[in-house]
């Protein structure tokens, strides 16, 4: 699958063998968001206010790889 950053600046392969293979919540540190969503612990993919909204936003990724979308837009 491939994922669009919320920042549409970023298009990441997610998962086979070339692909990145960890999708994670993390703590952001500087600006508003206080949380993040990264690829792999290095890649940004998305700034969120609250550790429920970051999470609500994985579980969408995680409904859409189940259903075998080829692509994906982070909000």
């Given at each position: 699958?491939?994922?669009?950053?919320?920042?549409?600046?970023?298009?990441?392969?997610?998962?086979?063998?070339?692909?990145?293979?960890?999708?994670?919540?993390?703590?952001?540190?500087?600006?508003?968001?206080?949380?993040?969503?990264?690829?792999?612990?290095?890649?940004?993919m998305?700034?969120?206010?609250?550790e429920?909204?970051?999470?609500?936003?994985?579980?969408?990724?995680?409904?859409?790889?189940?259903?075998?979308?080829?692509?994906?837009?982070?909000?």
């Amino acid at each position: 699958m491939y994922i669009l950053s919320q920042d549409r600046k970023v298009l990441i392969q997610f998962g086979g063998e070339d692909g990145f293979t960890m999708l994670n919540v993390t703590r952001s540190f500087g600006g508003k968001a206080k949380y993040a969503i990264t690829a792999s612990g290095t890649q940004v993919m998305g700034l969120y206010p609250e550790e429920k909204n970051a999470v609500a936003e994985l579980s969408e990724i995680l409904t859409a790889i189940e259903e075998n979308k080829k692509t994906y837009m982070m909000n």
